[in-house]
T-cell receptor, first 113, second 113 residues
């Protein structure tokens, strides 16, 4: 199947620092999504991107849909302890995909107070 | 609020047992998905269903089967559990028209001894 490479695999940061993570694919996606998984819970959607070049913000989170449609970036500004969790990128191909998503390996974020 | 529930949060089974994982969603979604989550591997799609009694293999269907007799319920079956099926299992659902956003249940952590 399609592969998404997400990096970094883990990050250990101090409260207040900015965070950047990215996702690259060998194939084109029509939609990019970023999810967050809190400990003991299922992933929850943070941001969805629908057009190449699109830049979207959700509070302290900003995500971009790469021009080539093969990559996406997520930035978190001024991190706080509740940002701890696993962040997943996901891509959706076009055509009759029935909403199938391909997920990255995840970035584990730890925030030290 | 969309709610996806899974029958158990934790499950311990023995090798060779038949295991049923149940998932129920309350938003009348057409699409339902089963993933397994392993550290460093992200979410991998096992099976999905886009309608009652319809199912499609995902990326790692071997050793699993599914059943969707009612729209709201999607079951994952391990015919003969093996230790390499010890994992976190996540169920998700999405609407047909806005299938990019998948809503996840809290997960079932399955241990096979």
């Amino acid at each position: 199947g399609q592969q998404l490479n997400q990096s970094p695999q883990s990050m250990f940061i101090q409260e207040g620092e900015d965070v950047s993570m990215n996702c690259t694919s060998s194939s084109i996606f029509n939609t990019w999504l970023w999810y967050k998984q809190d400990p003991g819970e299922g992933p929850v959607l943070l941001i969805a991107l629908y057009k190449a070049g699109e830049l979207t913000s959700n509070g302290r989170l900003t995500a971009q849909f790469g021009i080539t449609r093969k990559d996406s970036f997520l930035n978190i500004s001024a991190s706080i302890p509740s940002d701890v969790g696993i962040y997943f990128c996901a891509g959706r191909a076009g055509g009759t995909s029935y909403g199938k998503l391909t997920f990255g390996q995840g970035t584990i974020l730890t925030v030290h107070p | 609020d969309v709610k996806v529930t899974q029958s158990s949060r934790y499950l311990v089974k023995r090798t060779g047992e038949k295991v049923f994982l149940e998932c129920v969603q309350d938003m009348d979604h057409e699409n339902m998905f089963w993933y397994r989550q392993d550290p460093g591997l992200g979410l991998r799609l096992i099976y999905f269903s886009y309608d009652v009694k319809m199912k499609e293999k995902g990326d790692i269907p071997e050793g699993y089967s599914v059943s969707r007799e009612k729209k709201e319920r999607f079951s994952l079956i391990l015919e003969s559990a093996s230790t390499n099926q010890t994992s976190m299992y996540l169920c998700a659902s999405s609407a047909f028209l806005t299938g990019y956003e998948q809503f996840f249940g809290p997960g079932t952590r399955l241990t096979v001894l």
